[in-house]
């Protein structure tokens, strides 16, 4: 038996051949200066990609059930609390994430990160696979962006950092586009 994947493309054609009137309700992050501009009118405006840098990280609370000092190994894991700053200072996204090690390679300890930034107009949420000795090294971690709310929703692309020689501070950028 073969399955088809209905998307939004394939639905909407569905809908539009047995002439049915679809509606779509309004959610958050969804609402227009124009209270009378329809869903697809809005898409438009929206931008193709949407790029926020230069942002310096600040760790502001973690835990760890390995010890950094010593070296991570499969198994362990912790917690961060951190906030991400402007160009101009200025706090624009309250960070949370969480990472546990789950392979030992002969190049490095793999880790799964799971972030989530909560900004003023919605969230990013990362998630992804990292070599944790180069991150400890100092090079640039790129985790990929599998979902978003607000004025992020629909967007897809990349949330990197990079250690800095400050214990706690990184340099940190989230770049956006448009998935469809």
């Not at 599998?146 to 950028?173: A, C, D, H, L, W």
């Amino acid at each position: 038996m073969r399955r088809t994947k209905i998307t939004r493309r394939t639905g909407a054609a569905l809908a539009l051949a047995l002439g049915l009137l679809v509606t779509v309700p309004a959610t958050a992050g969804t609402a227009s200066a124009d209270p009378g501009q329809s869903a697809a009118a809005h898409h438009r405006h929206q931008p193709r990609s949407i790029d926020l840098y230069p942002l310096q990280e600040k760790v502001l609370e973690r835990t760890y059930t390995g010890n950094p000092a010593t070296g991570f190994k499969v198994g362990d894991g912790g917690t961060w609390h951190s906030q991400l700053s402007d160009a101009d200072g200025e706090v624009i996204s309250d960070t949370r994430g969480t990472s546990l090690a789950v392979y030992q390679g002969a190049d490095g300890l793999y880790t799964i990160m799971d972030n989530t930034d909560v900004l003023e107009d919605g969230t990013v949420h990362s998630y992804g696979l990292v070599n944790t000795n180069k991150l400890m090294a100092g090079e640039n971690i790129m985790l990929p962006v599998v979902g978003g709310t607000g004025r992020y929703e629909g967007y897809i692309g990349f949330r990197s950092f990079q250690k800095t020689t400050t214990e706690g501070m990184y340099n940190s950028r989230i770049q956006l586009w448009k998935s469809s």
